[in-house]
Protein backbone atom coordinates (compact mmCIF):
# COMPACT_ATOMS: atom_id res chain seq x y z
CA UNK A 1 0.00 0.00 0.00
CA UNK A 2 1.12 3.31 -0.68
CA UNK A 3 1.96 5.74 1.85
CA UNK A 4 0.12 8.39 0.25
CA UNK A 5 -3.64 8.64 0.51
CA UNK A 6 -6.77 10.72 0.80
CA UNK A 7 -8.05 11.69 3.65
CA UNK A 8 -10.60 13.28 5.36
CA UNK A 9 -8.75 15.73 6.89
CA UNK A 10 -6.38 16.46 4.20
CA UNK A 11 -9.38 17.71 2.63
CA UNK A 12 -11.38 19.33 5.01
CA UNK A 13 -8.10 21.56 5.61
CA UNK A 14 -8.46 22.80 2.21
CA UNK A 15 -9.11 26.42 1.28
CA UNK A 16 -12.14 26.99 -0.95
CA UNK A 17 -10.12 27.11 -4.00
CA UNK A 18 -8.26 24.20 -3.14
CA UNK A 19 -11.29 22.20 -2.74
CA UNK A 20 -13.21 23.43 -5.80
CA UNK A 21 -9.80 22.49 -7.70
CA UNK A 22 -8.58 19.16 -6.33
CA UNK A 23 -12.01 18.01 -5.23
CA UNK A 24 -14.84 19.07 -8.49
CA UNK A 25 -12.50 19.53 -11.18
CA UNK A 26 -12.12 23.20 -11.36
CA UNK A 27 -9.73 25.34 -12.95
CA UNK A 28 -7.97 28.43 -11.41
CA UNK A 29 -8.01 31.48 -13.40
CA UNK A 30 -4.76 32.11 -15.83
CA UNK A 31 -1.90 33.94 -14.65
CA UNK A 32 -3.12 33.67 -11.26
CA UNK A 33 -1.71 30.64 -8.85
CA UNK A 34 0.81 31.39 -6.21
CA UNK A 35 3.44 29.03 -7.93
CA UNK A 36 3.37 30.01 -11.25
CA UNK A 37 6.07 31.88 -11.17
CA UNK A 38 7.97 29.52 -8.58
CA UNK A 39 11.92 29.35 -9.85
CA UNK A 40 13.05 27.66 -6.55
CA UNK A 41 14.66 24.39 -6.48
CA UNK A 42 12.19 21.89 -4.91
CA UNK A 43 9.54 19.23 -5.85
CA UNK A 44 5.68 19.73 -6.27
CA UNK A 45 3.67 17.35 -4.48
CA UNK A 46 -0.01 16.65 -4.23
CA UNK A 47 -1.70 19.25 -2.01
CA UNK A 48 -3.86 16.07 -0.50
CA UNK A 49 -2.15 13.00 -0.41
CA UNK A 50 1.21 14.49 -0.38
CA UNK A 51 2.72 12.26 -3.52
CA UNK A 52 5.41 13.45 -5.74
CA UNK A 53 4.52 14.75 -9.09
CA UNK A 54 6.27 17.07 -10.95
CA UNK A 55 10.38 18.27 -10.10
CA UNK A 56 11.39 22.00 -10.52
CA UNK A 57 14.24 20.74 -12.89
CA UNK A 58 11.18 19.37 -15.55
CA UNK A 59 9.30 22.93 -15.03
CA UNK A 60 9.61 25.35 -17.75
CA UNK A 61 7.55 29.03 -18.78
CA UNK A 62 4.68 27.87 -21.36
CA UNK A 63 2.77 31.10 -21.53
CA UNK A 64 -0.19 29.82 -20.97
CA UNK A 65 -0.79 31.30 -17.34
CA UNK A 66 -0.76 27.80 -15.49
CA UNK A 67 2.66 26.13 -14.12
CA UNK A 68 3.80 23.73 -16.77
CA UNK A 69 6.15 20.86 -16.99
CA UNK A 70 7.42 18.27 -19.36
CA UNK A 71 7.18 15.32 -17.27
CA UNK A 72 6.01 13.88 -13.98
CA UNK A 73 8.55 13.26 -11.01
CA UNK A 74 7.15 9.96 -11.40
CA UNK A 75 4.73 8.38 -13.82
CA UNK A 76 2.80 6.11 -11.76
CA UNK A 77 1.70 8.80 -9.53
CA UNK A 78 0.07 10.38 -12.36
CA UNK A 79 -2.83 9.52 -13.74
CA UNK A 80 -4.36 10.43 -17.30
CA UNK A 81 -8.16 10.34 -18.39
CA UNK A 82 -10.12 10.93 -21.50
CA UNK A 83 -12.27 14.65 -20.62
CA UNK A 84 -14.79 15.77 -23.11
CA UNK A 85 -16.24 18.48 -20.91
CA UNK A 86 -16.72 21.66 -22.49
CA UNK A 87 -16.88 20.71 -26.02
CA UNK A 88 -13.56 19.77 -26.59
CA UNK A 89 -11.74 16.64 -26.04
CA UNK A 90 -8.52 16.79 -23.71
CA UNK A 91 -6.70 14.61 -21.41
CA UNK A 92 -7.22 14.99 -17.62
CA UNK A 93 -4.37 15.02 -15.04
CA UNK A 94 -4.86 12.90 -11.76
CA UNK A 95 -2.98 12.47 -8.95
CA UNK A 96 -2.97 8.47 -8.92
CA UNK A 97 -3.25 8.30 -4.94
CA UNK A 98 -5.10 11.25 -3.75
CA UNK A 99 -7.50 11.30 -7.15
CA UNK A 100 -6.83 15.25 -7.11
CA UNK A 101 -7.77 16.95 -10.53
CA UNK A 102 -4.25 18.34 -11.12
CA UNK A 103 -4.92 19.75 -14.96
CA UNK A 104 -4.04 18.76 -18.32
CA UNK A 105 -1.71 17.47 -20.63
CA UNK A 106 -1.01 18.61 -24.06
CA UNK A 107 1.20 17.76 -26.87
CA UNK A 108 2.60 21.33 -27.64
CA UNK A 109 5.26 20.77 -24.78
CA UNK A 110 9.01 21.48 -25.64
CA UNK A 111 10.36 19.00 -28.75
CA UNK A 112 13.57 18.50 -26.52
CA UNK A 113 12.14 17.15 -23.37
CA UNK A 114 9.60 14.97 -24.81
CA UNK A 115 6.83 17.03 -26.21
CA UNK A 116 4.44 17.04 -23.67
CA UNK A 117 3.21 20.02 -21.25
CA UNK A 118 1.06 19.27 -18.26
CA UNK A 119 -0.33 22.45 -17.12
CA UNK A 120 -1.44 22.13 -13.61
CA UNK A 121 -3.48 24.13 -11.28
CA UNK A 122 -1.27 25.64 -8.54
CA UNK A 123 -4.06 25.34 -6.28
CA UNK A 124 -3.48 21.44 -6.72
CA UNK A 125 -0.21 21.66 -5.52
CA UNK A 126 2.12 21.64 -2.45
CA UNK A 127 5.77 23.53 -3.21
CA UNK A 128 8.31 21.41 -0.79
CA UNK A 129 11.89 23.71 -1.33
CA UNK A 130 15.15 21.57 -2.10
CA UNK A 131 16.31 22.54 1.27
CA UNK A 132 13.34 20.99 2.96
CA UNK A 133 12.86 17.34 1.14
CA UNK A 134 15.14 15.62 2.80
CA UNK A 135 13.34 16.37 6.13
CA UNK A 136 9.69 16.00 4.63
CA UNK A 137 10.91 12.63 3.72
CA UNK A 138 11.44 13.24 0.07
CA UNK A 139 14.97 12.54 -0.49
CA UNK A 140 14.83 10.10 -3.02
CA UNK A 141 13.67 12.96 -5.38
CA UNK A 142 16.72 15.09 -4.97
CA UNK A 143 18.84 13.73 -7.92
CA UNK A 144 15.42 15.23 -10.03
CA UNK A 145 15.43 18.59 -8.81
CA UNK A 146 18.96 18.93 -9.45
CA UNK A 147 18.22 18.38 -13.41
Known sequence: ???YTKSS???NALTAEQY?????SGTE???TGELLENTAP????DVVSGEPLFASADKFDAGCG?????KPIESTNVSELTDDTHG???TEVRSTHGDSHLGHVFTDGPVAQGGLR?????ASLKFIHRDHMIAEGYEAYLPQVEG
Open 118 to 122: YCINS
Open 42 to 45: GIYV
Open 9 to 11: DAV
Open 66 to 70: WPSFS
Open 88 to 90: MVR
Open 20 to 24: RVTQE
Open 1 to 3: MSQ
Open 29 to 31: RPW
